[in-house]
T-cell receptor, first 113, second 110 residues
């Protein structure tokens, strides 16, 4: 059974650009959530989607957005990149509504220059 | 708001030593509690969980008990191995999101 797949694995962008990250959940999983991991702030919740509906959103500016497609694949977008957006972006999927167990992808390492 | 506090690292131990990584939480109600582990170069993996007070989660020799009275979920292992070297995260589930502790880096020396 394939795990959670995130693409690309690495990204280098410059300030002001925008970026789209992709996440394919484990087959049968309908919940996808996104987290930002940085050395200074640790792990922070971005948003969670279930059946194409955003159920919760973390405390990030509107430049961070996401969506989920009917096949449960999810994308997150960051517009007008800032240096501080450099981070490891992790996607996690879960089968059930109460998210008792999340399966994480390996992440996309974003560097903003 | 809800939060998780865990002991700062790195924690350095010799092989076969006893391990405790402290975790305390602040929450309304009784959220599910988790320990996740991040091995070098790998993604986060669920290590164990507990969903209600007095539950004990266990996996791979690690244990943690959900203590409502002390709002704690300390991680313990009786005899650590070099392969346990990793970063350990305590977390609680709140409204479809995980709220994380800062992580504790564990280094086990042979």
């Amino acid at each position: 059974k394939a795990g959670v797949t995130q693409t690309p694995r690495y990204l280098i962008k410059t300030r002001g650009q925008q970026v789209t990250l992709s996440c394919s959940p484990i087959s049968g999983h309908r919940s996808v959530s996104w987290y930002q991991q940085t050395p200074g702030q640790g792990l922070q919740f971005l948003f969670e989607y279930f059946s194409e509906t955003q159920r919760n959103k973390g405390n990030f500016p509107g430049r961070f957005s996401g969506r989920q497609f009917s096949n449960s694949r999810s994308e997150m977008n960051v517009s007008t990149l800032e240096l501080g957006d450099s981070a490891l972006y992790l996607c996690a999927s879960s089968k059930d509504l109460i998210l008792e167990k999340l399966f994480f992808g390996s992440g996309t390492q974003l560097s903003v220059l | 708001g809800n939060s998780v506090t865990q002991m700062e690292g790195p924690v350095t131990l010799s092989e076969e030593a006893f391990l405790t990584i402290n975790c305390t939480y602040t929450a309304t109600g009784y959220p599910s509690l988790f320990w996740y582990v991040q091995y070098p170069g790998e993604g986060l993996q669920l290590l164990l969980k507990a969903t209600k007070a007095d539950d004990k989660g266990s996996n791979k020799g690690f244990e943690a008990t959900y203590r409502k009275e002390t709002t704690s979920f300390h991680l313990e292992k009786g005899s650590v191995q070099v392969s346990d070297s990793a970063v350990y995260f305590c977390a609680l589930m709140d409204n479809y999101q995980l709220i994380w502790g800062a992580g504790t880096k564990l280094i086990i020396k042979p």
